[in-house]
């Protein structure tokens, strides 16, 4: 290691000290003001001319609106759309009738686990909101159930999701270890459905079930009204079963997506069909495009009230949009001071067994720079000559490992730990408290299910 790999990694340490300082002290310091403050002041502290630095802010959080931010805005369409339509309240009594208030974390874990299979976890949670919401306050509306009812669903769902994102393809995550070196899809998937299941219960219900009763969180009342508050009950209601359709096509499309990048040709019509109608922003703008026929016009609904529906639900969260870009450029400013590189440096003074170094790397890189992907790509270039030299290494377990770690601490620099707190309306303590610890949980067990796989198979 150099001077400036140590300068850079101080560097990244001090900046989200500095970070939570400006938000939790005496200042208060709104986060996006905070998120852009800290970026400007890593992109000096590393040498970077003043222009690069703009140009750098603008590229991150351009970048991640375009990624999420959208996706997000269609989102709090359809889940206002499913609200009104009561679909979300019949959903949440259903899971209230049939489970008792122990299986409804078990309920919401198996729900997120479908949900998260195709879809990435910032998609998957803004779809499942309004159903968290919405079986959250009536659990919380029983005077028995005693700390945060939204944590206590909301945990379960976190768990999975981020489990699913970063352990089974077709998640970007594993399809990029798994191309980079040069392994396959099908025993990958198979070793992340296996690694999954314990690490989203422990990470999930049972996590769930110890911190909820220790939080007194609660979303925003605007937001919360929004996903749960309903109109008019009436018979030209739509039934479960067409609203069902209506909340998972998103879903059901970014599925078809992902079996046809199993099966068919990449240069293939069918496989371009799959892969515009699969992408996430598509997906997201033909689910509300079908909600609104299927579940407004098709019983006469007013288009006029629907507008200033659609408006208003954009309304709660402008902030967290907002914020998630601040996120995205703060993690852009750190990936461009090539703090990675100092990581990568780091991780070199040491020698660990292939698959604990590809979780290691992984790990580092993407607490370090507020990127996965940048943990995945990084890790998975790193081991990739280990990987072809090494005939005896298992390549599926290794991109397994490497998905694992990119998981561990989903902190400030990260968007996905923004829109769990604004959405939440946790302080920086709560939302580490869950988001952080929860896929902490899923990345530790998830490398611990690495270890025992390659130990049973090498028995074998």
């Not at 290691?360 to 081991?383: D, H, R, W």
Request: hydrophobic fraction near 55%.
């Amino acid at each position: 290691m150099t001077s400036l790999d140590i300068q850079l990694l101080l560097t990244a340490l001090v900046s989200v000290l500095v970070l939570v300082a400006l938000i939790v002290s005496r200042i208060k310091m709104h986060p996006l003001l905070a998120l852009l403050v800290v970026s400007i002041g890593v992109g000096f502290a590393t040498g970077m001319e003043p222009g690069s630095i703009v140009k750098q802010l603008s590229n991150g959080a351009g970048k991640t609106l375009g990624a999420v931010g959208v996706v997000i805005a269609l989102g709090a369409m359809l889940g206002k759309i499913l609200a009104d339509a009561g679909i979300t309240e019949k959903i949440a009594e259903a899971i209230l009738k049939h489970a008792s208030d122990r299986m409804i974390p078990w309920a919401m874990t198996l729900v997120a686990f479908i949900v998260g299979i195709p879809m990435f976890f910032e998609v998957g949670l803004v779809v499942m909101l309004p159903l968290i919401f919405s079986v959250a306050r009536k659990l919380e509306s029983q005077a028995r159930f005693k700390g945060s009812a939204y944590v206590y669903v909301g945990v379960p769902v976190i768990s999975a999701l981020a489990a699913m994102h970063g352990m089974v393809p077709p998640h970007p995550g594993p399809l990029t270890a798994i191309a980079t070196l040069k392994t396959t899809v099908g025993p990958t998937m198979l070793y992340g459905f296996l690694a999954a299941i314990p690490a989203m219960v422990l990470g999930g219900p049972l996590y769930g079930a110890f911190i909820a009763p220790r939080m007194n969180t609660k979303p925003d009342q605007t937001l919360l009204d929004q996903f749960t508050i309903t109109g008019n009950a009436d018979s030209k209601q739509p039934g479960i079963a067409l609203g069902i359709l209506a909340a998972l096509l998103p879903a059901i499309l970014m599925l078809v997506h992902a079996v046809a990048e199993m099966l068919l040709p990449k240069d293939s019509p069918a496989m371009h069909v799959a892969s515009f109608l699969g992408n996430p922003l598509i997906a997201m703008l033909l689910g509300v495009l079908f909600a609104i026929v299927a579940l407004v016009l098709a019983r006469g609904g007013d288009m006029e009230k629907l507008r200033e529906a659609l408006g208003q639900s954009l309304k709660p969260i402008a902030s967290i949009i907002m914020i998630i870009a601040g996120g995205g450029a703060f993690q852009q400013m750190l990936t461009s001071a090539k703090v990675g590189d100092a990581i990568v440096h780091l991780t070199q003074q040491f020698a660990f067994p292939p698959l604990i170094l590809g979780w290691l790397i992984a790990m580092l890189l993407s607490v370090s720079t507020g990127s996965a992907t940048v943990g995945i790509v990084g890790a998975a270039g790193l081991l990739a000559p280990l990987a072809g030299a090494d005939p005896s290494l298992n390549l599926p377990l290794l991109a397994l490992s490497i998905g694992c770690g990119s998981l561990f601490f989903n902190y400030a620099n990260h968007a996905g730990f923004w829109m769990v707190k604004e959405s939440f309306g946790m302080t920086m303590s709560e939302a580490t408290k869950t988001i952080s610890v929860v896929q902490s949980i899923v990345a530790v067990v998830g490398l611990i299910m690495v270890l025992i796989f390659n130990a049973l198979l090498t028995v074998q």
